[in-house]
């Protein structure tokens, strides 16, 4: 029966679903909430920001290597197995200001120290491309520093990590070391 009394179609002439507004309202929002959910999930999950920030201070991350290819850069730089399970290298830059942080995980803490100790009494012997490290105080722990490689190293020990910082045309490379000492998070 036709309703033309009333004016309204009967069901058979009313539009598709897809060409009624509130489908495409309805649409619109499930679209909405799959894509937020997405981006949530993504910098979450995927890159989670303890690892390596996508900032530390006015420095955005360029570059990021991790897993068992961040642990063969690491190693390439080393003489024989220098016993990390896990890491990362990122890259860091602002203007022509650069970063550079390397990041090994031990196997346990005092592998770790053992590590470091390993690093220092090399560098220290001579024959690479730094010079000799002296230690300095910073952010409540002892950080070794030295220069070579286009500019200033920092590298230090925190629980199973060994890090090493790498500030290329740094005015002021000790606050690049404060800024990922407050900004980063080492396992």
Partial sequence: MDNERTGQPSPRQRP??????????????????VLGAWLSLRT????????APSHIGD?????????????KQTQSMHIGDIGIKDGY???YQAGTEKLTLW??????????QRLLERMA????????????????????????????????????QEAR??????AVNS????????AVLENVRFE
């Fill in 16 to 33: 598709p679903r897809y060409k009624r507004p509130v489908f495409w309202v309805q649409l619109g929002l499930v679209a909405g909430i």
């Fill in 44 to 51: 979450s999950v995927a890159e989670p920001e303890t690892r």
């Fill in 59 to 71: 420095m955005r991350r360029t570059g990021l290597v991790t897993g068992e290819e961040a642990i």
């Fill in 89 to 91: 290298v990122a890259d």
């Fill in 103 to 112: 990041v090994g995980v031990a196997g346990s803490q005092s592998d770790a």
């Fill in 121 to 156: 009494s090399a560098i220290g012997a001579g024959g690479t491309p730094f010079a000799r490290p002296t230690q300095v105080a910073a952010g409540g722990r002892q950080v070794f520093v030295t220069s070579g490689a286009g500019g200033v190293n920092y590298f230090f």
């Fill in 161 to 166: 990590s060994v890090v090493w910082v790498l």
């Fill in 171 to 178: 005015a002021a490379p000790e606050d690049r070391l404060s």
